[in-house]
């Protein structure tokens, strides 16, 4: 699949590159695995001098036998091999002190595991370098919470150090919808919808999808749904690495909120404990879910819908990890059965999400969100409001168009205190809209 999207961040990446002529620039990329750091990199890297470097969970001395390779072969010069990461890195920096380029460390996280000192010892000689070397450092990791840890916490020798951080999202909706017209340009409304829901605009996993041929409806849940499918490993695989021994209490948690039960009571009660500090610790330690809160509460409003924020998590939560019986029976048949009968009222939610992110793509908006009072009812599925110019946009979202009311739905912004002042447009979203 050809390289899509990403212009904001090829020219932050370019324009850090101009500056670094000067002198040296440290840049941190974060996003989860799948999401495209390697791909953006590789493109980034196809002007200018470079050197990448991949770490590798194994010892420092092997990883030193690969970076003085790799300065050889990227830059074409010889670098002391002592067996030390600390002294290569100076030799690169003393090297850069004429020579601009590009040096790329990725799962730049796993330096700390193989070592905690080296963090110290970059943190030491970029101080020392950094106003003389010409070097562009960008490293980049998909531990998400280790990178926090390691570049957020004032605790840590590297914090600070970055001039310029970008965390990487999936492709917004415009993106994949080009993405599957380019593959299927026939593509009817639920291809672009699965497409989205199994995929959440991550890279990689539409790629696998579109480099076999998976373009449509069947075609994808064919594919998700077979004996070598990552869709069916990857959510596994992706969040042990993040939650480590503690990875059975958080699974189930996140299977909870994508089976519905999404507060934090029911949460709690289904657990058998209180469950607020994991619920913590998955928002702002690992990034795995989110508050939903009525548009127009107050920030710190206890009346809070959890959501898992990744939706192929979502997806994995929902059909996949609930459903490891089947999968280890090998009746991938009867798990595509399952997913085939509850698609329709699942990507319900799917497709509201879908809209409020085209909506906040594509249209002036200062906030987005859903609505609903104090007792759980009068909902509103997508309210859009243009805080500057007292504009909002109030929307249903059906399957079945048919199924949407106009005037019920007004009905429902009356009841809405925070509207009154706002001039209101109503709308119904249906996936013909996508």
Not at 84 to 113: A, P
Not at 146 to 175: C, H, T, W, Y
Not at 343 to 360: C, H, M, N, P, T
Not at 394 to 417: C, S, T, Y
Request: charge should be neutral.
């Amino acid at each position: 699949m050809k390289f899509y999207n990403r212009k904001e961040e090829l020219e932050i990446l370019r324009r850090n590159r101009e500056m670094s002529k000067k002198f040296g620039v440290f840049t941190v990329i974060t996003g989860r695995r799948r999401i495209g750091k390697t791909a953006l990199i590789r493109e980034f890297g196809k002007d200018g001098r470079s050197l990448y470097l991949f770490v590798p969970r194994s010892t420092e001395s092997l990883l030193c036998e690969q970076l003085v390779k790799n300065a050889d072969t990227d830059l074409g010069i010889e670098i002391f091999n002592t067996g030390r990461f600390r002294d290569i890195f100076e030799q690169l920096l003393i090297y850069g002190g004429k020579n601009n380029f590009t040096f790329v460390i990725d799962e730049f996280q796993d330096l700390k595991r193989m070592n905690p000192s080296i963090m110290s010892s970059i943190q030491e000689l970029w101080d020392k370098y950094k106003q003389i070397s010409k070097v562009n450092l960008i490293v980049c990791g998909s531990v998400y919470s280790m990178m926090v840890e390691i570049f957020e916490d004032q605790k840590e020798p590297l914090f600070g150090r970055a001039v310029s951080k970008m965390n990487m999202a999936p492709f917004r909706p415009s993106a994949v919808k080009e993405i599957l017209k380019d593959h299927n340009p026939v593509f009817v409304p639920d291809d672009l919808l699965f497409l989205y829901m199994v995929s959440g605009g991550v890279p990689k996993y539409i790629e696998l999808l579109m480099d076999a041929g998976a373009v449509t409806f069947d075609g994808m849940l064919d594919s998700v749904c077979s004996m070598d499918s990552l869709f069916i490993t990857d959510g596994r695989e992706l969040l042990i690495s993040e939650f480590g021994a503690d990875h059975g209490t958080y699974f189930s948690i996140l299977q909870l909120i994508a089976g519905g039960r999404n507060t934090l009571k029911e949460i709690s009660e289904a657990i058998g404990k209180e469950a607020g500090a994991y619920l913590e610790n998955l928002e702002k330690r690992y990034g795995v879910v989110r508050k939903n809160r009525p548009v127009f509460s107050k920030k710190n409003s206890r009346d809070v819908r959890w959501r898992v924020s990744d939706n192929y998590l979502r997806f994995y939560f929902r059909f996949i990890n609930s459903n490891l019986s089947l999968i280890e029976l090998r009746r991938y048949d009867i798990l595509k059965e399952r997913i085939s009968s509850e698609y329709a009222q699942y990507s319900g939610s799917v497709l509201e999400d879908y809209f409020r992110e085209k909506i906040a793509e594509e249209e002036r908006v200062t906030e987005i969100g859903s609505y609903w009072d104090k007792k759980g009812q009068n909902e509103i599925d997508i309210i859009a409001l243009d805080g500057i110019g007292s504009k909002a946009a109030v929307a249903e979202v059906k399957r079945d168009r048919r199924k949407a009311d106009l005037k019920v739905l007004e009905e429902k912004a009356e009841r809405v205190p925070g509207l009154k002042g706002y001039e209101i447009t109503y709308r119904t979203l249906s996936p013909e809209d996508m």
